[in-house]
């Protein structure tokens, strides 16, 4: 069995319908009017021990519900979960014991104490014996960075100082489960690699199982193996990240390094639909392709016509054009991704 197992899990909402204004707000107080929303239709997850999943989809899809019903923070309206075993919103501190979660825009540290405290704190809640949490802390301060504000209280933290403190406050009682609901959202490029680094560490050496939303496709590349695209409540994707961009990538790109500039060729790419150059140096170029409509020997033919190719090499198509297609409503994905 795998380890997150839902069927079936659906979560609707009410939703107040109120007119703008005090007028409105008073009316509907005197005739409340409401509006089921169904945030996540009925779907199925099975996610096996140690992967990395990258959960993702547009603004309002449905990403943090699930993950709050996974977590066992809301109560699903229908199907079933079983996270290691267990119904995590009926049996919510045994689940506790077993996830770790982040919430990037929320904190779950003690905002008035410092940051070493609130995770001394948390040793005691989980039961974290001493030399688990020795380990754990220490490697934690190095790998994260965070020497130098852990006898700071959260409330002074930065944002990217608070995400580190947040991660490793989830992560001390070694959980076999991991939550990350935009774990990286508003940092920097270097926190945002530190943050990158330790997942990865985690994963590999304790067979961390992942579950990651986000909406920076660098988290995805760098951490996730596994792609689960979420729309309007419904699984439209769940599949390898390398397959869904092979599949579904539209363009690709060739980069030339040449013997001399090829001027001819450089307005013949101009003017072909389906082909855009772009000029690095007098000798080196690139050349993105339709690849619907060319095949890459296509375009080496083509470049190798107007003189000496000292070298080539082909980029991988990127899953930030897939998603995005997505996401605008241009690809329509299947759960096979057919
Ligand atoms: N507590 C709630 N009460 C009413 N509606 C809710 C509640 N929580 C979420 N919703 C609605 O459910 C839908 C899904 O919300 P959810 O937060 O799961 O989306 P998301 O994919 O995480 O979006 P984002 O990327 O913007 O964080 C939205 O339409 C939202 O308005």
């Known amino acids: 069995?795998?380890?997150?197992?839902?069927?079936?899990?659906?979560?609707?909402?009410?939703?107040?319908?109120?007119?703008?204004?005090?007028?409105?707000?008073?009316?509907?107080?005197?005739?409340?009017?409401?509006?089921?929303?169904?945030?996540?239709?009925?779907?199925?997850?099975?996610?096996?021990?140690?992967?990395?999943?990258?959960?993702?989809?547009?603004?309002?899809?449905?990403?943090?519900?699930?993950?709050?019903?996974?977590?066992?923070?809301?109560?699903?309206?229908?199907?079933s979960i079983s996270v290691n075993g267990i119904n995590p919103y009926k049996k919510r501190m045994e689940n506790a014991a077993q996830i770790g979660a982040v919430f990037g825009q929320r904190t779950q540290l003690w905002w008035d104490i410092p940051i070493v405290e609130s995770f001394s704190l948390l040793k005691d809640i989980y039961q974290i014996p001493e030399p688990v949490y020795r380990t754990n802390l220490d490697q934690f301060i190095e790998l994260l960075g965070m020497s130098e504000f852990i006898h700071l209280s959260a409330r002074k933290l930065s944002l990217g100082q608070r995400m580190r403190a947040d991660l490793a406050a989830a992560l001390l009682h070694n959980p076999p489960i991991v939550y990350l609901d935009e774990p990286t959202i508003g940092l920097d490029v270097s926190v945002k690699q530190k943050i990158r680094e330790f997942i990865k560490k985690i994963n590999q050496e304790q067979h961390t199982t992942v579950m990651l939303t986000t909406h920076d496709l660098g988290d995805i590349e760098d951490l996730c193996k596994r792609l689960i695209i979420i729309d309007h409540g419904s699984i439209i994707y769940d599949g390898s990240l390398s397959e869904v961009k092979s599949r579904f990538a539209k363009s690709r790109v060739i980069f030339f390094q040449v013997g001399s500039p090829m001027p001819e060729l450089y307005e013949q790419l101009a003017q072909t639909d389906g082909m855009k150059l772009e000029l690095q140096s007098e000798q080196e170029f690139s050349v993105s392709f339709d690849r619907y409509e060319y095949t890459a020997s296509d375009v080496v033919s083509r470049v190798m016509r107007h003189g000496e190719v000292i070298d080539f090499r082909m980029e991988d198509a990127n899953i930030e054009q897939v998603i995005k297609a997505v996401y605008d409503g241009n690809l329509v994905l299947n759960q096979s991704g057919q």
């Open 1 to 79: 069995m795998s380890i997150i197992e839902a069927r079936g899990l659906s979560k609707s909402f009410l939703q107040a319908v109120k007119e703008p204004g005090l007028k409105g707000a008073l009316k509907h107080l005197l005739v409340p009017r409401n509006i089921t929303k169904i945030a996540v239709q009925p779907l199925d997850l099975s996610i096996e021990a140690g992967e990395t999943v990258a959960y993702v989809g547009p603004n309002g899809a449905g990403k943090s519900t699930t993950i709050k019903m996974l977590s066992g923070i809301l109560m699903p309206s229908a199907g």
